[in-house]
């Protein structure tokens, strides 16, 4: 029991660490912020899969600061936010964002369509929090193509984010449904209990 314990921590170390380095190449990024990474939430995702919500959680609430200082380093602090609104948007843009990844892992690691369901939520709610940070802490609006613009700070938040987190889901999916299915990979992502 104690060497589970070890094995799953130092598992779930492993797969922080690689989601960390994954952010770190973007595929594309967007003028004002978001990027399409590769694959940076996948490790996260089938390490909750793997280890269940619990550990998903520790996992990625670890992320999760680390994608904060990740974010200071990028000048969150001289965003020029209000007090109240920088607390706002390290709570949406960083803890609650990434820790919720952690949540891929709620519907179990024997189904298929579980473990999809599984990483389309936590991404959902990942966007689900970006959005609302957008519209309310930013109060996005504007431009968003040449051809589009709004001042409707929910909509331009909505299609905004969903500009790099849409992309992000369906690549992370692609990805996680290659890695159920290949015999080579499927006894790692979905162990034998």
């Keep these: 029991m104690k060497n589970q314990k070890l094995l799953a921590l130092v598992e779930g170390a492993i797969m922080v660490a690689l989601a960390t380095i994954l952010s770190f190449i973007p595929i594309f990024k967007l003028p004002w912020g978001g990027s399409v990474t590769l694959l940076s939430m996948l490790p996260i995702i089938i390490f909750s899969i793997r280890r269940g919500v619990n550990m998903g959680f520790i996992a990625s609430f670890a992320y999760s600061l680390i994608q904060f200082v990740q974010g200071i380093a990028d000048g969150l602090f001289g ?32 189904k298929f369509g579980n473990m999809i369901a599984g990483t389309v939520l936590a991404i959902a709610l990942r966007y689900v929090s970006h959005v609302i940070s957008g519209a309310a802490v930013f109060h996005s609006a504007g431009m968003i193509w040449e051809a589009f613009s709004t001042e409707n700070e929910w909509l331009y938040s909505i299609i905004y984010n969903g500009c790099y987190m849409l992309p992000e889901l369906i690549l992370t999916v692609v990805f996680a449904i290659i890695l159920i299915k290949l015999p080579q990979t499927k006894k790692f992502v979905c162990p034998a209990e």
Excluded: S
């Excluded at 936010?81 to 843009?93: F, N, R, S």
């Design 79 to 110: 965003w020029g936010l209000t007090p109240v609104a920088l607390v706002a948007c390290i709570i949406l843009d960083y803890i609650f964002a990434f820790t919720i990844l952690g949540i891929a892992g709620i519907f179990g690691n024997k």
